[in-house]
């Protein structure tokens, strides 16, 4: 089998993954029999996909129930019973966005790969939630989506899901697929959509990021700390620069700044007083070109968001981190 997609499953209803599975029972151009399967892992949930559903395409679904352990663990559940040559990571309320989604990785495939990345399509809402609108996301280490991997390649380089994480987990799984590939390639074509769901948590809660940051820095210390293992020690400094230059640009975001908001503010800062203390070290060591660096490209970004200045110097700001850790 050249293709298998890996999807975890915890409460997703036979109507809410079903377009992803018709979507691929559309593609044309691929032999859909011989060529590619689903492998779907239930997350311990009382949520089971019918046999009536599963039965009724023209490619291969292994469906298993396993223990309850999170998106990660369940991820690497699919991964160790996939067989394919290539697998891709897919979100059981996501689909293909066009016909020719798997055309387009397999002509990918025919000049061999380790990791593919590729734009993808997100489906989202405007400022009254109701109106649709579609945005192509360009290539990023951020989502899972739009991603394909060679198995062997995952394999041979220990590249897993971190089981330990559950929210903001696709960075560390993207990201060293992408830093230890000797064949990475980028796509233009989008093929992926990332659908609308009311009830997903990520896109309609507001204060999304400001209760889950700190989620982010627990990802980027799982990462650091696997670059360190892997005696890639500039990559670690990077990573380490980046994320802290990220949490000053970030907490400098009017929402971070609203008094509203300010509890969440401090436990991030509380959170980020001992990730600097862990890798401080790191960030002094980073070369100043590797700084200016990763500021021009955290500034270009938040400028997007709506950062146009900074509310309180890098300097001073770590000071107070410094203050609240005893060191000055």
Not at 36 to 55: E, P, R, T, Y
Not at 76 to 104: H, K, P, Q, S
Request: with cysteine; proline share 2%.
């Amino acid at each position: 089998m050249k293709l298998q997609i890996l999807v975890p499953q915890y409460k997703e209803p036979d109507n809410v993954i079903k377009p992803l599975l018709d979507s691929i029972a559309v593609q044309q151009n691929v032999d859909l029999k011989n060529e590619v399967g689903v492998i779907i892992c239930n997350d311990g949930s009382d949520v089971h996909l019918s046999d009536d559903l599963l039965k009724s395409y023209p490619f291969q679904i292994d469906y298993y129930l396993c223990d309850h352990a999170g998106v990660s663990a369940t991820r690497n559940a699919c991964l160790d019973r996939a067989t394919a040559e290539y697998v891709m990571f897919c979100d059981a309320d996501d689909m293909f966005m066009n016909v020719c989604g798997l055309w387009i990785i397999f002509r990918e495939i025919q000049t061999g790969f380790d990791t593919l990345n590729s734009c993808f399509v997100e489906e989202t809402r405007g400022p009254d939630r109701k109106e649709i609108q579609y945005i192509i996301r360009q290539m990023d280490c951020t989502f899972v989506h739009g991603k394909v991997h060679r198995r062997q390649y995952l394999i041979d380089n220990n590249i897993r899901w971190n089981d330990a994480l559950t929210i903001h987990e696709d960075s560390y799984f993207n990201i060293l697929c992408q830093q230890l590939a000797k064949n990475a390639k980028y796509c233009q074509s989008a093929f992926y959509l990332w659908r609308w769901r009311n009830d997903s948590v990520c896109r309609h809660d507001d204060k999304y990021i400001l209760k889950t940051y700190n989620n982010m820095l627990e990802s980027n210390t799982a990462l650091v700390k696997q670059f360190q293992r892997r005696s890639m020690p500039d990559h670690a400094r990077t990573y380490a620069t980046n994320m802290i230059y990220d949490a000053y640009f970030t907490l400098n975001k009017d929402e971070w700044i609203n008094q509203e908001n300010q509890d969440y503010r401090a436990a991030v800062e509380k959170r980020f007083a001992k990730y600097y203390e862990e890798f401080h070290t790191l960030f002094d060591e980073t070369p100043q070109e590797v700084k200016a660096r990763c500021v021009v490209g955290i500034k270009n970004r938040m400028f997007g968001e709506g950062l146009l200045m900074e509310h309180v110097t890098f300097e001073d700001w770590i000071n107070k981190i410094k203050t609240m850790l005893g060191r000055e």
